[in-house]
T-cell receptor, first 114, second 117 residues
């Protein structure tokens, strides 16, 4: 069964600290993996896209890693800011019936406190 | 100049009523989606339309019917609303293709919060 599991479910950190969010998946065949940021009351916004051959990709203070062998990804946030408070959703794209199929994780809710 | 816009943003209605949520995208994307986000914050796909053809229907009750008059619009009509339909409904769009860059990146609308009393 295609699944995407994220941990922790929620996280509280102080402003300026770093944190790492985890994503484990069992989606097969695998196409690519995306991290989305969802602010409260808004739709998710894409942060990074990881293909099978990519191990690390950075987008400003966000760095995503992918280990396609162990089917794990992480999102590392450096020097957190109050505006990083949001839900972070891991999305894995596989194939089904000739089309790309998106499998969503439940998300990690991050709260950055001053 | 909003990329994916959906209306209304909030909708409160009684059980048994029929309601619609509208979605429009101006990105030139060829695929549009409806997702339901429940109280546990899981995003679950309901429908996907590619060039006005339905390609995914994830066992959604037939009280839900998507209507796509053209590539830029995908409306969601719900008949005989039930309490369990209360959720936030997100519209999204993407450009289909292979590979990781650009293609299949979803652009989401702001969501429509439906409350059934």
């Amino acid at each position: 069964k295609n699944q995407v599991e994220q941990s922790p479910q929620s996280l509280i950190i102080l402003e300026g600290k770093n944190c790492t969010l985890q994503c484990n998946y069992t989606v097969s065949p695998f196409s690519n993996l995306r991290w989305y940021k969802q602010d409260t009351g808004r739709g998710p916004v894409s942060l990074t896209i990881m293909t099978f051959s990519e191990n690390t990709k950075s987008n400003g203070r966000y760095t995503a890693t992918l280990d396609a062998d162990t089917k794990q990804s992480s999102l590392h946030i450096t020097a957190s800011q109050l505006s990083d408070s949001a839900s972070y959703i891991c999305v894995v794209i596989g194939f089904s019936g000739g089309y790309n199929k998106l499998i969503f994780g439940a998300g990690t809710r991050l709260a950055v406190h001053p | 100049d909003t990329a994916v816009s959906q209306t209304p943003k909030y909708l409160v209605t009684q059980m048994g009523n029929d309601k619609s949520i509208k979605c429009e995208q101006n990105l030139g994307h060829d695929t549009m989606y409806w997702y339901k986000q429940d109280s546990k914050k899981f995003l679950k796909i309901m429908f996907s339309y590619n060039n006005k053809e339905l390609i995914i229907n994830e066992t959604v009750p037939n009280r839900f019917s998507p209507k796509s008059p053209d590539k830029a619009h995908l409306n969601l009509h719900i008949n005989s609303l039930e309490l369990g339909d209360s959720a936030v409904y997100f519209c999204a769009s993407s450009r289909t293709g292979t590979g990781g860059s650009g293609a299949n990146v979803l652009t989401f609308g702001a969501g429509s919060r439906l409350t059934v009393l």
